[in-house]
């Protein structure tokens, strides 16, 4: 079975840009999670989408924003680029029932100049 | 604020020793807590994981043990590898919800 796989890998931006970064599951999986991962703050829950539905949103703001597709599939968009939002992005995938683990992706490593 | 980084609490074993990674957890609803692996390039695999009506669970030479009391977390990799270096990350989640809070991470260098 395919794991999780995102797009790009990397992506270099510039400040006041937009960016979309792309998800697909595992196949199966109606889950998908976004995090944030960066040397100060660690993972940070970012919004769970579930059947195209946002179920859960973490502490950011509204220039980060995501979306299902009917086949799972989920992107998620950044708009108005800030240096701090240089990171690596993950996407993880699961059956969405809240007792079976997430797996994810290798991530998307986006660099704001 | 300004990120300053995170400091990751750093172990160090030699290949065939056995390790444990401790964690300890902040939410006492938690039921449901996962281990990731996490190597350099690449996103967090998932190890091995246990609810909160276990204290115990073992898999493929990884034990991961949960005291609900003190809010700990352990676990423990026999006869370490090479392979086994790597970030380890706990998480926790409140069951029936997918959000997981990750603890700092702890970076397990194997000695050869």
């Known amino acids: 079975k395919a794991g999780v796989t995102q797009t790009p890998r990397y992506l270099i931006k510039t400040r006041g840009q937009q960016v979309t970064l792309s998800c697909s599951p595992i196949?199966?999986?109606?889950?998908v999670s976004w995090y944030q991962q960066t040397p100060g703050q660690g993972l940070q829950f970012l919004f769970e989408?579930?059947?195209?539905?946002?179920?859960n949103k973490g502490n950011f703001p509204g220039r980060f924003s995501g979306r299902q597709f009917s086949n799972s599939r989920s992107e998620m968009n950044v708009s108005t680029l800030e240096l701090g939002d240089s990171a690596l992005y993950l996407c993880?995938?699961?059956?969405?029932?809240?007792?079976?683990?997430?797996?994810f992706g290798n991530g998307t490593r986006l660099t704001v100049t | 604020g300004e990120s300053v980084g995170l400091h990751l609490p750093t172990l160090s074993v030699q290949e065939g020793d056995n390790s444990i990674i401790n964690c300890a957890y902040s939410?006492?609803?938690?039921?449901?807590f996962i281990w990731y692996k996490q190597e350099s390039g690449k996103g967090p695999q998932f190890i091995i994981d246990?609810?909160?009506?276990?204290d115990k669970r073992q898999g493929q030479r990884v034990t991961v043990l949960l005291n609900k009391t003190v809010k700990h977390l352990s676990l423990q990799i026999a006869a370490t590898q090479p392979g086994d270096s790597a970030v380890y990350f706990c998480?926790?989640?409140?069951?029936?919800?997918?959000?997981?809070?990750f603890g700092t991470g702890t970076r397990l260098t194997i000695i050869p």
């Open positions: 993880a995938s699961s059956l969405g029932s809240g007792n079976s683990p997430l797996h």
């Open positions: 939410n006492s609803a938690s039921d449901y």
């Open positions: 989408y579930f059947s195209e539905t946002q179920r």
């Open positions: 196949s199966g999986h109606r889950s």
């Open positions: 998480a926790e989640r409140d069951f029936g919800n997918e959000k997981l809070t």
């Open positions: 246990i609810r909160s009506n276990m």
